[in-house]
Structure formats: C-alpha cells, structure tokens
C-alpha cells in the first residue's frame, strides 16, 4: 500500500499528497489500538486509510517504465515530465514520448 522511496513527490506529486492522509489515519489506528482507548473505532480508520488508497490509486493511474540508467522498474504518473531516479539519482527526462537522461531542458 505504501509506496516510500526517495523522490516519490517528483514520479507521483498527486499520489505524494494523497499518501500523507492514507498514513495519517493509518497512524490514528495504529495509535487508538496501542493505547487501548479507542480500539472499537480504530478499524475506522484503517478502513478510512485504506479507502483513501484505493481512490488515490484509482483515479490516479502511473505508468510503469524501467530507469535507462540502472534497469529498475519504477512507476510515474503520466504527466510528469522529469524526475530523479530514487535508485541511482540520476535524473531523467521525458522529450515528447521519449525519456532521455539528463537535466538539460529542450527546445520545444
Ligand atoms: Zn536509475
């Protein structure tokens, strides 16, 4: 359900935001179930993180591609044009329908 590497915020902004709530009320069950309060409504909120999640990845869709530099697989939404690579931080950049490596900014 969680997607926690480096640079998440530059491959994935709208999902980045998402994933504050989905986390936020993971943490608020969490906390309920540990501290023995709230343990009937804690299922509440998992099932609110959990929905929230399920929204975010429908109305969200990424597209999966593979870092030209190092091979891994890694998953962006469609829109975004540039982002660092989270494993070897190497930055790519999408020219037209073409990814490229490097930051150099083209000539539309
Ligand atoms: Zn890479």
Same mark, same amino acid.
């Given at each position: 359900m969680f997607d926690v590497d480096h640079f998440i915020g530059e491959r994935q902004p709208k999902r980045a935001k998402w994933n504050s709530f989905v986390s936020g009320f993971a943490s608020l069950g969490i906390f309920f179930t540990i501290t023995m309060v709230g343990i009937v409504i804690a299922p509440i909120f998992f @099932?609110? +993180? +959990?929905?929230? +999640?399920?929204?975010r990845?429908? #109305? /969200?869709?990424?597209?999966?591609?593979?870092? @030209?530099?190092?091979? #891994?697989?890694?998953?962006?939404?469609?829109?975004?044009?540039?982002?660092?690579?989270? /494993?070897?931080?190497?930055?790519?950049?999408?020219?037209?329908?073409?990814w490229k490596k490097g930051d150099v900014d083209w000539i539309e």
């Open positions: @099932l609110i +993180a +959990a929905m929230i +999640a399920w929204v990845n429908s #109305r /969200y869709p990424v597209i999966k591609m593979t870092c @030209l530099h190092c091979d #891994r697989k890694l998953k962006v939404e469609p829109e975004v044009t540039k982002f660092t690579c989270p /494993y070897c931080c190497i930055t790519l950049r999408k020219n037209g329908d073409v």
